[in-house]
């Protein structure tokens, strides 16, 4: 049985190495895990607040709605102003797709809209995009807070509407162009190909996964796992969304008729025990599993639609350790499901009550942005950041974990959490002494200083012992957010899309 990662990021026992890919048999009994086990989750995750109200979606509704208006209204504008035809100014058409956790429908109220913008050639990314539709937006009712994230693999605009974050990607289309065609990669340039690949993914799990509700379910409760656990965040080499999404497609398929208990268990049965870094791959993928290819990278994850490359990933040694230690916690507690003392909570306890107990040593990163900063830029910009100063502390023999918790000092007299954020990450070190904070802080400064074009505000690194790690004060539900700490993933405003950043 496998059953716990080193500090090296490799398995300390491990059996079961031969098995079929990624899956250790379940015994009969847990198959068909207890109906009333489902139902059980299913009312915990709706008294988690994690299945949105009619009354939001609603609201996400009508956003969408007003957004296909802006941007059709935009875009004849842009061919009147380009001088088409007549009839080429009253056909000109322009729309928005959803994406993202948004379009596979397993949004919660803080999650944000991720939203494509289609338009046909003449509408340049640059200037129609970037100037037009900005400028339109900007001066929208319900608007704020817009700005532009060129620089990107996938460029964007990112804006809050109506108080939800949306993330508008651009992409220029040919006419009745099938976006799901294998052979699209071969009529598109490669960027818009970059920018229509969230779509195309989304499309293509859920033609892929057998019973919707089902996948839907169980990426909700992982995702929930996954925050409450403190291994979500792309940004901190955890797992991000898509990741997730891909990984119970996986679950779905290979278990189609499994009820919503005997998937969880399954899920984590079977990431317990993969033999990483062989990539996991849907079913029904353009490019199907070779047992043998190892991929770059600790924890490959390939996108289901042609090219078929894998996902983003910045899991690393660290990373990768705290991930399987906390797939195989997930394993351990839900071999015990049809125990009598078996609660679904203790799967979600979150990893921050304990989490001064486990390190005696955290690096401690201080953030402060300048007084003009109002956007968040520069916190923005250190988070995208993070996953090289996490493999920096790595080249230093140093595995960290990297919690994504953000503090907000509130002894400081600076409660803004756009302007000051505290992060503490427990050090795997024996002599964390030995770590080289002014060369480690020299570096990252550099780092964070290259091509950075907005206001830089401070950074400091320091290590602090357990002791200085602040309360953390958990929060009623209905409650989450509150200035003395927050997961910064709600705050999809600040954080540059770990895809884009
Ligand atoms: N690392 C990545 N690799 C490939 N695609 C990514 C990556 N990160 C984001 N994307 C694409 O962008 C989409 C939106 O990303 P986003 O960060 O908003 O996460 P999400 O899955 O919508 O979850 P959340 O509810 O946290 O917003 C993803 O669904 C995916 O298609
Ligand atoms: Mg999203
Ligand atoms: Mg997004």
Not at 211 to 230: D, I, P, T, Y
Not at 385 to 401: A, G, H, Q, W, Y
Request: hydrophobic share 40%; with cysteine.
């Amino acid at each position: 049985m496998a059953n716990a990662y080193n500090q090296r990021g490799g398995r300390v026992a491990v059996t079961n190495s031969d098995e079929v890919v990624g899956c250790v048999p379940l015994p009969y009994f847990l198959v068909r895990t207890d109906f009333l086990l489902s139902i059980s989750l299913l009312q915990f995750m709706a008294n988690e607040g994690l299945v949105p109200s009619p009354d939001e979606t609603l609201k996400r509704r009508s956003i969408v709605l007003r957004l296909e208006k802006i941007v059709q209204d935009w875009i004849t504008k842009v061919a009147w102003q380009r001088k088409r035809p007549e009839n080429g100014i009253s056909n000109a058409s322009a729309g928005v797709i959803i994406y993202g956790s948004y379009g596979l429908g397993v949004h919660n109220s803080e999650s944000d809209i991720d939203a494509l913008c289609f338009g046909p050639f003449f509408a340049t990314m640059e200037e129609d995009f970037f100037i037009g539709l900005h400028n339109v937006l900007k001066s929208t009712s319900g608007v704020s807070k817009i700005h532009c994230v060129k620089d990107a693999k996938v460029p964007l605009m990112r804006f809050i509407f109506e108080g939800i974050a949306v993330d508008m990607p651009y992409a220029r289309l040919p006419e009745n162009v099938d976006m799901l065609s294998p052979m699209l990669p071969t009529s598109i340039d490669e960027t818009t190909l970059k920018i229509l690949s969230g779509v195309r993914v989304n499309k293509r799990i859920l033609q892929l996964v057998p019973h919707l509700e089902n996948f839907q379910s169980l990426l909700r409760c992982v995702k929930f796992w996954a925050k409450q656990r403190g291994v979500y965040g792309h940004l901190f080499g955890f797992l991000g969304g898509i990741h997730l999404a891909i990984l119970s497609a996986f679950i779905c398929q290979t278990s189609p008729d499994f009820c919503l208990s005997a998937l969880v268990l399954k899920f984590f049965n079977t990431f317990a025990n993969w033999p990483w870094p062989i990539p996991v791959v849907l079913q029904g993928n353009t490019i199907q599993v070779v047992r043998d290819v190892i991929e770059k990278g600790w924890m490959p994850i390939r996108m289901p639609c042609s090219p078929s490359e894998c996902c983003q990933s910045n899991v690393t040694r660290s990373t990768f350790t705290r991930i399987m230690n906390e797939f195989l916690r997930g394993h351990k507690l839900t071999m015990g499901i049809l125990q009598p003392d078996f609660e679904w909570v203790n799967l979600f306890e979150p990893y921050s009550n304990m989490y001064r107990q486990l390190y005696s040593r955290f690096l401690k990163i201080d953030l402060l942005a300048c007084a003009k900063d109002n956007l968040g830029d520069w916190i923005g910009r250190v988070k995208s950041r993070f996953p090289s100063l996490i493999l920096k502390l790595e080249e230093m023999n140093v595995l960290c974990d990297p919690n994504p918790t953000e503090y907000v000092d509130q002894h400081s007299g600076n409660v803004d959490s756009k302007k000051s954020v505290v992060f503490y990450w427990g050090l795997g070190t024996d002599r964390p002494m030995d770590i080289n904070v002014t060369s480690l802080e020299k570096d990252f400064r550099s780092n964070l200083s290259s091509g950075y074009r907005g206001m830089p505000g401070k950074m400091k690194l320091s290590i602090v012992p357990a002791s200085e790690l602040p309360n953390i004060v958990q929060l009623p539900k209905t409650k989450r957010m509150e200035a003395c700490w927050r997961v910064p993933e709600h705050d999809q405003y600040r954080m540059p899309n770990s895809f884009t950043g």
